[in-house]
């Protein structure tokens, strides 16, 4: 079979992929599906921050010409990792590494797959640059959603949902006119501690905040779903990626995680996307579009689902919703703040260092104690970032001592 005939795609060729974060949940996920449809794909740049063994292993398979590691020590070992496998890929480094990955003349698609604040300088350059971006870090958006927008208004670049949720909003818009839209439901499974007692929340532990019900995927994404500040980026994400106002952005806790979300027409009628809970049906749908391509991914098996369940998030229990939309409705560098304080809080709360009901507490003290700035540069942005981090360390030190 000719490489570019696969999949009906006769005459299409091969897109040239950078992917940024490939050795984490979602850029594993990625390779496996360029290992689905090898003919599609040329993979040209990787990137890890730390985990040298896998960036090996993964040049050793997929022949990338460069790959970007998150410091120079890493740089050394992944250089030693490959001698004398004939992999040559140039090493670069650090966030200018990560850029330079992003806007490489020989690639076409990017996919945003680093965890955080880090993501965001790529994505933009990436956009800039006029590549087409699947976008998997929704932290570019709540932080730099306004940058990111004048980037698209103003270059040739391209942004593709991967985030489940969004992607599902992103298919039931296909073929609608944006001015129908009259509001968006977004779905949360609610995460571990949906129906734990609220007084108990302060016993979490980092293991069962870790242990997702639905999903698996990076741990700060995973703790982020069991305080719901993921729903909340999500909500500002959304507002970002469909242009649409916060009051027509509705959160609706789903435990089953088979309704990805929802859009209601100014007709009355609703569409939503269903599927089983498989991040690898929005990656390929963000890299095949406007195509669909036959996959074997797990089929949703009507007999085994006998109800689908909605309910309302509980506000009180989960407070970091609340603060993602105080932080939107403030504008300027408040979300900023709040993805920064949520970082360093999830660190925090990863090494122990401070408990599970601390994390909102410190955004929340972040938001409270931080004047945001209206209409950011970059550099603003990454000023707010830096102090809101510094904010949150500083208040967990009484706590180690
Ligand atoms: P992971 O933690 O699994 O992976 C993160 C990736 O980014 C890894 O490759 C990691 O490298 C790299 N990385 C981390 N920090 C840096 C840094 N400072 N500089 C350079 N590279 C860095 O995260 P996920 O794959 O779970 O999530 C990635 C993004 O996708 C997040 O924004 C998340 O919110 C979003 N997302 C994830 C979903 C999921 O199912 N996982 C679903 C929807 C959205 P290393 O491995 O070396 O640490
Ligand atoms: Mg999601």
Aim: charged share 25%; with cysteine; glycine share 8%.
């Amino acid at each position: 079979m000719d490489r570019h005939s696969r999949n009906g795609e006769s005459g299409t060729p091969p897109r040239d992929l950078a992917i940024l974060g490939s050795t984490g949940s979602i850029g594993t996920q990625t390779l496996e599906i360029i290992r689905l449809f090898p003919d599609q794909f040329d993979v040209k740049a990787l990137t890890c921050g730390s985990n040298v063994e896998l960036l090996a292993r993964q040049v050793k398979e997929f022949r990338p010409e460069c790959v970007a590691v998150g410091a120079p020590e890493h740089a050394a070992t992944l250089k030693n990792a490959l001698t004398d496998t004939g992999a040559s890929a140039k090493i670069v480094v650090g966030e200018e590494g990560l850029c330079e990955s992003a806007t490489r003349p020989d690639v076409d698609v990017v996919v945003g797959a680093v965890v955080g604040f880090a993501g965001l300088r790529p994505v933009l350059e990436a956009l800039e640059a006029g590549k087409q971006v699947a976008l998997a870090n929704k932290e570019t958006l709540v932080v730099g959603g306004t940058l990111v927008q004048e980037a698209l208004e103003q270059g040739a670049g391209r942004l593709l949902p991967v985030d489940s949720e969004h992607s599902a909003i992103f298919q039931c818009l296909v073929g609608e006119a944006e001015r129908t839209v009259e509001n968006i439901v977004l779905t949360a499974s609610g995460g571990p501690f949906r129906e734990r007692a609220a007084e108990t929340f302060d016993e979490i532990t980092v293991s069962e905040a870790l242990d997702h019900p639905n999903w698996s995927m990076g741990a700060k994404i995973t703790v982020d779903s069991a305080t719901m500040m993921n729903k909340g980026l999500e909500v500002i994400e959304a507002k970002r990626l469909f242009d649409v106002s916060l009051d027509q952005v509705q959160v609706l806790v789903h435990p089953q995680s088979i309704v990805h979300s929802m859009v209601s027409f100014s007709d009355g009628a609703v569409k939503a996307q269903l599927g089983v809970p498989d991040m690898k049906v929005p990656i390929q749908y963000a890299l095949s579009f406007p195509a669909r391509w036959e996959a074997p991914h797990e089929r949703l098996d009507w007999s085994e689902v006998s109800r689908l369940d909605f309910e309302q998030p509980d506000p009180d229990k989960f407070p970091c919703l609340r603060l993602a939309y105080d932080a939107i409705e403030k504008g300027g560098t408040a979300p900023a703040i709040l993805n920064a304080a949520n970082e360093a809080a999830v660190d925090l709360f990863l090494d122990e260092r401070i408990g599970f009901t601390d994390i909102p507490r410190a955004i929340e003290h972040a938001l409270g104690a931080l004047s945001p700035t209206p209409a950011p540069s970059l550099e603003e942005l990454y000023a707010a970032d830096e102090k809101a981090r510094r904010y949150v360390e500083e208040l967990a030190l009484p706590a180690s001592n």
